[in-house]
């Protein structure tokens, strides 16, 4: 059974740091790119980043491109997100996803940006 | 950015009545491929969003075959044969051809 456990997430205040995790399980973790997506509260979906199987190739949304690195380690099947010079905007609720195509989703962790 | 444009935003549906959803990208979702990477999801209240279909039409394991997805380049529908009360929630629908992936404003699904 495919699992994905994200966690990380928390208050920051404007302009801080936080690392977000995300536990694989249940599929062959390294042959497959992963993805995260965010949803601030009560709206819709917003992809962020994404990272290929072997971690070579990443990308980002124009929004947090140049704040926010993915990468990931394959031995410890854990899908990573850094998030730094966060802004009140990146509030949302969290998500990895299997693939670049979302087929599994994690339940979130929420990140909120308040001073 | 591909712009992913849903309608309707609301859609109050009788239960064992039919539905339909609309979603249309702003340049074709044909990848150099021939695939067309076009996906939609569910999201109950309080949960995570789940995947319904994959490349347009294929279903995800566990959906219900009252539920079809068709289209192709810029046009796409998700229809319901007849509601039912575990169908309410947000359906979106997304694109996977153009990076950054991005998703339409999403359809509230609700019992009439």
């Known amino acids: 059974e495919v699992r994905l456990v994200e966690s990380g997430g928390g208050l920051v205040q404007p302009g801080g740091s936080l690392r977000l995790s995300c536990a694989a399980s249940?599929?062959?973790?390294?042959?497959?790119?992963m993805s995260w997506v965010r949803q601030p509260p009560g709206r819709g979906l917003e992809g962020v980043s994404g990272i290929s199987g072997s971690g070579d190739d990443t990308y980002y949304a124009n929004s947090v491109k140049g704040r926010f690195t993915v990468s990931r380690d394959n031995s410890k099947n854990t899908l990573y997100l850094h998030l730094k010079s966060l802004r009140v905007e990146d509030t949302a609720v969290y998500y990895c996803?299997?693939?670049?195509?979302?087929?599994?989703w994690g339940r979130g962790t929420l990140v909120t940006v308040s001073s | 950015d591909v712009v992913v444009t849903q309608s309707p935003l609301s859609l109050p549906v009788t239960l064992g009545q039919p539905a339909s959803i609309s979603c249309r990208s702003s340049q074709s979702l044909v990848y150099s491929d021939g695939s067309t990477f076009l996906n939609w999801f569910h999201q109950r209240p309080g949960q995570s969003p789940r995947r319904l279909f994959y490349k347009v039409s294929n279903r995800d394991s566990g959906v219900p075959d009252r539920f079809s997805g068709s289209g192709s380049g810029t046009d796409f529908t998700l229809k319901i044969s007849r509601v039912e009360a575990e169908d309410v929630g947000v359906y979106y629908c997304m694109q996977g051809t153009h990076w950054p992936f991005t998703f339409g404003q999403g359809t509230n699904l609700e019992i009439k």
């Open positions: 996803a299997k693939g670049g195509q979302l087929g599994y």
């Open positions: 249940g599929f062959a973790f390294g042959n497959y790119a």
